[in-house]
């Protein structure tokens, strides 16, 4: 019973979505004010539809009902607590309606948290987000229905799948489509901005807020993926460029671009057409992922069991929707009043750069993504495409974003001198230069790559710190989106110092240990000591112990196990890693391997500055909380509209 | 306005190239091996007569399954292949690859010998169990065969004409379109041929 009222639920929600997405629409078209207030109880009454059919969803892996197909298949009586209710969202199905809920989330967010926008403006941002609802919603309900039944009845289900039995990745999907769905209330308010013309400067401090959260929950998202993959994995790398990791990068890279050009179109009322541009680009990309992931067009460790129905679907889908929304730009756009003169030198310029470095990345992750696949189509062969593309690619285009990152939180707006500029950053250069060739004697051996990182760390670190202090000496209240922007530029600094760190100083041993042997990445000594069984829940594993010993002393034991859960025939690694604040030791127990005595293949791995790439994250992410809380985004927007020299457009719809 | 309608322009090729991709595969990866002749073996059958090679087969078309009892995706495809080998008289040959695995292809207390009886014993059980498609079964407990067809998991199955020839390569379960629409036409097609 309790799944079929689910099902009746997302059925109503459907019906309540396109009310949403079309009677407010109209009303803003045509100024009826009753049609336009439809629209936040609406939102709210989708929310509580949706929610209620997640609830039933989730309601059923608890009580282990086997005859709903998607629990069967995805669930065990054996399987814990905790991972049956994340098991709602470890197939596709339930991790479309976990999506959807997410998105009729934000939807009721904008919907309370809009009291200061005109009422016009909300009809039209919460209308178009109930159209992207529709979609998703007849997706779910057409192609990929969690509540399907199943007859007759299995006596138990398949389980979740044993990588997914994880609290990392408990939590990657949900924060990830936060992020994803996020992007469509930037969207929303895009299309909403263009469908009225007003694409002005309110407009763009009407999105900001939205944005960087998103964008924040984006960051996290892809750093607990990143993370996950570092010790659940067992061979120590943290980014594989998987085209599935593209395609949560893509939107964020796009993203990034986004809340900076939304700054300069707020403060200066230029760009207009460039940012509404990126809105249009940070949601597409989220749902070109959605369709490579679930599709079956790509191969990669994340896809899942594809069908070719659901590909056509989204694709239909996503050509309809970004289809519509880049017509309407190439119609409205050219209308766009170009702002405020900038100079070649002012902080616009160095924005803008930052902005087209960013979408150059993205357009090359996005080849490197998409080339297997046009090759493919155009009948040249098979192919792959590889880390090294990307490598060579990204970080050429890294390193000069990372540089003028420092000059563009200096420079003034409108005009800046070169000279002006440089001169107020000469100690911070000179001190990033000075570490830069200092440092990597420090930490072991000198090379062109360590110290280009350490350089832009530096620089951008000590930029950041320059600019805090400067301001502490000034009076006045200090803003959340000060703080914010240099917490994230901080963060950033502590991402690239530790993947310069980790690539240019890792040791990775693999060998082969007999219980008693030894092997040594100075200052460490790691000794197997012991290999015993070990029984879980729903596994049975086979646990090695391994002291790790620095100056004959033991510091540490650390205990890698590799699992074979009862419903896969795959076995799990689970590395042991001890953390320190500059360095993993990181150690994976393989296969047995044949020979007189008994002895296991082993990952010994000698990590230097991963725990720095988890706390960059973090600090990024506190940064975009940050900047999205500034009580100056709360302020009534109607009365600063008026003060802010925003243009709108002639022909209001 | 033109500089405007880029971005669609972009998309709409973009869709075209998705549109293409959604009808192929990227699984289907293709074998250096189709169109070469089979490599040479020779390894102990499942009933433990004289030791199999794929010279016995010449003349004739026949299938070649690699399959182990610990393969679950090989399960999928079992009841396909049975249903393959009751209404074909093409002979199928299952190569059973690594059925020992870990700790049992590692342990040093079991000779090669006793290995071996494991594995027919394991593979026995499972095929008197669900049913057995295979003419005749090969054991490959050490893999090194499997690395000649360039095997990159189990299940494959590769389809080998009268001269000895590989002709098609899939990797991955065998499924009922893939039975339907190109291993029967090509064996057909093949059986005809002198």
């Known amino acids: 019973m309790i799944p079929e009222l689910g099902q009746f639920a997302l059925v109503l929600s459907a019906v309540i979505a396109l009310l949403l997405g079309t009677v407010p629409l109209a009303g803003a078209v045509r100024h009826k004010v009753v049609w336009q207030s439809l629209a936040r109880p609406a939102a709210l009454l989708q929310f509580v539809l949706v929610s209620f059919a997640f609830a039933c969803l989730a309601s059923s892996f608890l009580s282990n009902d086997f005859s709903v197909k998607y629990v069967a298949e995805h669930s065990n009586t054996l399987l814990p607590r905790a991972y049956q209710f994340a098991a709602v969202w470890g197939g596709h199905e339930g991790s479309l309606l976990l999506w959807v809920l997410m998105l009729s989330a934000w939807t009721a967010a904008v919907a309370i948290f809009s009291s200061s926008l005109p009422l016009a403006m909300v009809a039209r941002v919460l209308s178009v987000l109930g159209l992207v609802s529709v979609g998703f919603l007849m997706f779910i309900l057409t192609t990929s229905n969690p509540f399907d039944r199943l007859f007759p009845m299995p006596a138990d289900g398949r389980d979740l799948n044993p990588l997914l039995q994880d609290p990392g990745l408990v939590i990657h999907p949900p924060m990830l489509y936060m992020g994803y769905v996020g992007m469509s209330v930037a969207f929303a308010f895009a299309i909403a901005a263009l469908l009225s013309g007003r694409l002005d400067a309110a407009w763009a401090r009407w999105s900001r807020p939205w944005t960087v959260i998103a964008w924040a929950f984006l960051t996290f998202g892809i750093g607990l993926g990143s993370w996950w993959a570092y010790y659940e994995l067992g061979w120590g790398g943290w980014w594989f460029w998987d085209p599935v990791e593209n395609a949560s990068l893509m939107p964020w890279l796009v993203g990034t671009a986004l809340i900076h050009s939304l700054m300069v179109t707020e403060k200066r009322g230029s760009f207009k057409a460039w940012t509404v541009l990126l809105a249009i680009a940070a949601f597409s990309l989220s749902l070109l992922g959605t369709f490579l992931v679930r599709s079956g067009v790509l191969t990669s460790v994340h896809a899942f069991a594809s069908d070719p129905a659901r590909g056509i679907f989204i694709l239909v889908f996503l050509a309809f929707v970004v289809g519509s929304s880049l017509t309407l730009f190439a119609w409205r756009a050219p209308a766009v009043t170009l702002g405020g003169t900038m100079g070649v030198v002012s902080r616009e310029s160095f924005l803008l750069l930052n902005s087209v470095l960013l979408v150059v990345a993205t357009g090359a992750v996005l080849l490197g993504t998409l080339y297997p696949l046009i090759i493919d189509a155009l009948n040249l062969g098979k192919l792959s495409v590889g880390p090294p593309y990307f490598n060579l690619v990204f970080a050429p285009l890294m390193v000069p974003l990372l540089f003028v990152l420092v000059p563009g939180t200096v420079a003034h707006w409108r005009e800046a001198r070169m000279s002006d500029v440089f001169w107020r950053l000469r100690f911070v250069g000179g001190a990033a230069v000075v570490l830069a060739l200092v440092l990597p004697f420090v930490l072991g051996s000198w090379s062109a790559g360590s110290m280009l990182g350490i350089f832009l760390g530096m620089w951008v670190a000590l930029g950041s710190l320059q600019h805090v202090v400067e301001r502490l000496r000034k009076p006045g209240r200090i803003g959340g989106s000060f703080w914010g922007m240099h917490l994230a530029h901080f963060g950033m600094s502590v991402l690239v110092l530790g993947i310069t760190g980790v690539k240019s100083y890792e040791v990775e041993r693999d060998v082969r240990m007999a219980i008693g042997d030894t092997v040594t990445i100075a200052p460490y000594t790691f000794r197997l000591a012991d290999i015993q069984d070990v029984m879980g829940p729903n596994y049975k594993a086979v646990q090695a112990k391994v002291e790790v010993l620095k100056n004959d002393q033991v510091i540490e034991v650390l205990r890698p196990q590799k699992r074979r859960y009862f419903s896969s025939a795959m076995p799990m690694t689970e590395a042991a890693i001890d953390s320190g604040l500059l360095r993993d030791l990181y150690v994976s127990l393989g296969e047995p391997v044949a020979g007189v005595t008994p002895s296991w293949s082993m990952r010994v791995y000698y990590k230097p500055f991963v725990p720095w790439l988890w706390a960059g994250v973090l600090i990024m992410v506190l940064g975009g909380v940050l900047a999205a809380l500034d009580r100056r985004y709360r302020r009534n927007s109607n009365q600063q509209s008026v003060k802010t020299a925003g243009e709108a457009l002639s022909s209001p719809a | ?194």
């Open chain 2, 1 to 194: 306005m033109k500089k405007f309608l880029l971005p669609l322009v972009l998309f709409v090729t973009l869709v075209v190239f998705l549109g293409v991709g959604l009808k192929r595969d990227p699984h289907e990866i293709p074998s250096p091996l189709v169109g070469k002749p089979a490599p040479a073996f020779a390894l102990p059958t499942l009933r433990g007569d004289k030791p199999f090679s794929p010279v016995d087969m010449k003349g004739q078309v026949w299938v070649l399954n690699v399959w182990a009892t610990w393969c679950v995706a090989c399960r999928e495809e079992h009841p396909l292949l049975l249903q393959f080998s009751q209404t074909q008289r093409i002979p199928m040959v299952g190569l059973s690859y690594k059925e020992l695995q870990g700790s049992e292809a590692a342990n040093a207390s079991l000779s090669e010998a006793d290995k071996l009886q494991l594995a027919r014993e394991r593979s026995l059980k499972f095929l008197q169990k669900s049913g057995n498609p295979y003419q005749q079964s090969v054991m490959d407990l050490d893999g090194r065969v499997a690395i000649d067809y360039g095997v990159y998991g189990v299940p494959e199955t590769y389809i080998i004409d009268k001269e000895g020839v590989i002709r098609y390569k899939r990797v991955g379960p065998v499924t009922p379109e893939v039975l339907k629409e190109t291993i029967l036409p090509l064996i057909q097609q093949l059986d005809k041929s002198a």
